[in-house]
T-cell receptor, first 116, second 112 residues
Framework: DAEITQSPRHKITETGRQVTLACHQT?????MFWYRQDLGHGLRLIHY???????NKGEVSDGYSVSRSNTEDLPLTLESAASSQTSVYFC???????????????FGQGTRLTVV | AQSVTQLDSHVSVSEGTPVLLRCNYS??????LFWYVQHPNKGLQLLLK??????LVKGINGFEAEFKKSETSFHLTKPSAHMSDAAEYFC??????????FGKGTMLLVSP
């Protein structure tokens, strides 16, 4: 079955370190997204991509970057981890732009990142 | 621009009683609206979606939502709560080529 997987599921890192969270999907979806989930804020969009070599900033992109070199993967990099980036991170993918509602956005299981 | 407001951060019901989770939205364009559910330490699962077809939308596990344009609302209902419904629920809005905008979530607590 097609799926979307995130790794690692849990990570503890130190302030100032560079961290990369992996997201891999096997649906061949063009559209991929990264969200962070914090108590009282719901999910907020960090970065997204509508295809290979395409990346866009979301609502809370400062301190994060992504690259899209193939269809399957959208890694999220924290350039210099800060305690404010302690959060749960979700990756998602969809066949068509999700706002159109023609296809479902599928979410990974999440990565819990703690910056100490 | 688009936004969504979930009117209750927590809702408590007894098993077997009706569930109502309230959501209001704003959108500059014809919106697509979704409800997602998140069980503890899990990812998000789509419950149902509205995409300008029928205004009453049926989803999984007995949930329904009604799109009311005049009230800019998309409330989620279920006639009879089950213990397994205890989770966090997110109302989500999107339109055209926009990305999805999530509400802050409503935690549903179900007591025996």
């Amino acid at each position: 079955d097609a799926e979307i997987t995130q790794s690692p599921r849990h990570k503890i890192t130190e302030t100032g370190r560079q961290v990369t969270l992996a997201c891999h999907q096997t649906w061949n979806h063009n559209n991929m997204f990264w969200y962070r989930q914090d108590l009282g804020h719901g999910l907020r969009l960090i970065h997204y991509s509508y295809g290979v070599q395409d990346t866009n900033k979301g609502e809370v992109s400062d301190g994060y970057s992504v690259s899209r070199s193939n269809t399957e993967d959208l890694p999220l990099t924290l350039e210099s981890a800060a305690s404010s980036q302690t959060s749960v991170y979700f990756c998602a993918s969809s066949h068509s732009p999700p706002g159109q509602g023609r296809s479902e956005a599928f979410f990974g299981q999440g990565t819990r990142l703690t910056v100490v | 621009a688009q936004s969504v407001t979930q009117l209750d951060s927590h809702v408590s019901v007894s098993e077997g009683t009706p569930v109502l989770l309230r959501c209001n939205y704003s959108s500059s364009y014809s919106p697509s609206l979704f409800w997602y559910v998140q069980h503890p330490n899990k990812g998000l699962q789509l419950l149902l979606k509205y995409t300008s077809a029928a205004t009453l939308v049926k989803g999984i596990n007995g949930f329904e939502a009604e799109f009311k344009k005049s009230e800019t609302s998309f409330h989620l209902t279920k006639p009879s709560a089950h213990m397994s419904d205890a989770a966090e629920y997110f109302c989500v809005v999107g339109s055209g080529y926009s990305t999805l905008t999530f509400g802050k979530g409503t935690m549903l607590l179900v007591s025996p």
